[in-house]
């Protein structure tokens, strides 16, 4: 499988030609997704597919996999995601201004169609909301204990402030 994917292609030509690009993508080459991820571990195993379907649209079919590191929420350990992406979404020219783009759609610029922006849009789309193990008992148990702070009887008691007029109950005696 070849690492090198070209930074930026004519969708709508590739789809004509059913051009297919396969590669391995380093998290550190997807800022908004490397500040998300624990550790950087494999590159991304991605695959694009562009076609025309039986209307004749152009399309680009994303498969992606990898296995990410993120941050669980309940107890701050790593927690793993595997990530197994498919995404289809058809190509809009962005030139043809009659087209209404809908929700699986990809109005293209003239500028082309950046492969990485792509990917890492539809990374961040696969993550969940919020990151944490299947169960409390998968946490890091220390880190759990740390978090919650002391227990119930462990808290301490408030000492009682003294009290100012102390002083003068003693002048009265």
């Not at 990374?123 to 148990?141: F, K, M, T, Y």
């Not at 919650?148 to 009887?153: H, I, K, L």
Request: charged content about 35%; glycine content about 6%.
């Amino acid at each position: 499988m070849s690492d090198k994917l070209p930074q930026r292609i004519d969708p709508i030509r590739a789809a004509e030609q059913g051009r297919v690009l396969r590669g391995r993508v380093p998290v550190r080459q997807l800022p908004r997704l490397f500040e998300v991820v624990v550790a950087e571990g494999d590159p991304i195993e991605v695959e694009f597919r562009f076609e025309r379907d039986i209307d004749r649209r152009p399309f680009v079919a994303l498969d992606c996999r990898a296995e990410l590191l993120l941050r669980c929420e309940r107890c701050l350990g790593e927690v793993r995601f595997e990530l197994d992406q498919r995404q289809r979404l058809e190509l809009i020219d962005g030139s043809v201004g009659t087209v209404e783009p809908g929700p699986e759609s990809l109005v293209v610029g003239e500028d082309g169609l950046y492969l990485r922006d792509l990917l890492e849009d539809e990374v961040l789309l696969a993550l969940p909301l919020i990151p944490r193990h299947g169960s409390r008992e998968a946490c890091d148990q220390e880190n759990l204990v740390w978090l919650a702070g002391p227990e119930v009887d462990e808290k301490p008691k408030p000492e009682q402030a003294a009290n100012p007029f102390d002083v003068l109950r003693t002048l009265k005696d």
